[in-house]
Structures are given as structure tokens and as C-alpha cells.
């Protein structure tokens, strides 16, 4: 499919203060942006849904798990790579971020217990069996969390099948994480 990478001069008048948060937030217009710039309302609920993920309960390595898990999984050619980057920017440990992209044991049983709850999210579409709620919960989890992994998912659906269907070519800064 044909999907036009929008810039400033080529993107609607309603895309053109969200292409501006985009570039105050990562220096340009990461081409996954300028993919949602053909559709304002994707994009601005992307931006919106990617800045509410950021302000939960979770910390920097467990907003990675949730979504290099979810990335994975939709096997993103963009956004696995991208978050690798965001990972690395964010300070998470190489060793969590390298676990994740290569589906090995995380560090910690609560981040390994994470991953396992947001997958069979993810795989059962919002079901979980008593057991997996039960295990979530034993390494100090809450509803809280679960609900905020929903809200991972919703932001994270957006991108990736954004990226699949537009085949969007990976920027420059994330290649080396390809």
C-alpha cells in the first residue's frame, strides 16, 4: 500500500500542531507520525493514548515491557526497533531490553509476570484465566494495572497496525536497532 509521509508543508492544517509536538518531543517528525498525519483524529488519539500510558503507575522498565511485549507480538517492524530506542533513552537496563525483543527470562519475576499477563491480554483479547489475574496480583499488582496494560494495548494497536498496514519505513536514529 501507498501511504504518503507527511511534513509540515504536506500535512493538513488540523495534523499541523500535533506534527509540531512530535518534532518538540523527538527533535523531527518520526515517520510513524507522519504516516497518522493523513488521518488528524489517529493521530492525535495515538499522541493523546501515548501520553496517558506515560502517566500511570508504571515505572520506565515495566512501560517498556508492556510495550516492547505488545510490539513483539504484533511482530512491528517499526516499533520494535523504535522502542528499543525509547528504552535505551529512557534508561531501561540493555538487559531487560534485549530479553524482551529476544523473548528470554527477564530479570525479575514481577517483570517476567508482567509480560505473561500483558501477552495473554493481548492473545485472548482481554480475558484472563483466575489463575494469571491471581499471579499478577502476588507480585503486587492491582486492577489498577491491569486497566492501565488495556490502556498499553489501545496505544500500541494504533501504531502497529498503522505500521503494517503503511509498511512504514524505519527513521534513520532506529535502524541500528532493526
Known sequence: MSFTLH???????????LLDNAIEAFGMVPNLIAVMAE??????AYQTLHSLF?????????LTVVWQTINVEHECHYCVPAHTA???MMKVDAGIIDALRNKTDLPTEKLQV???TTL???KNRGRLAPSDVQAFKTVGYENKQL??????????VISNYTNHLAETPLDEP????A
Request: glycine share 2%; charged share 25%.
Open 7 to 17: 511534513t509540515k508543508e504536506t500535512a493538513s492544517e488540523q495534523s499541523q500542531p
Open 39 to 44: 488521518a488528524p483524529a489517529t493521530l492525535e
Open 54 to 62: 506515560q502517566q500511570t503507575s508504571f515505572d520506565a522498565e515495566e
Open 86 to 88: 525509547i528504552a535505551h
Open 114 to 116: 508482567l509480560r505473561r
Open 120 to 122: 495473554a491480554l493481548v
Open 147 to 156: 486497566l492501565e496494560i488495556v490502556l498499553g494495548i489501545s496505544q500500541k
Open 174 to 177: 532506529f535502524k541500528q536497532f
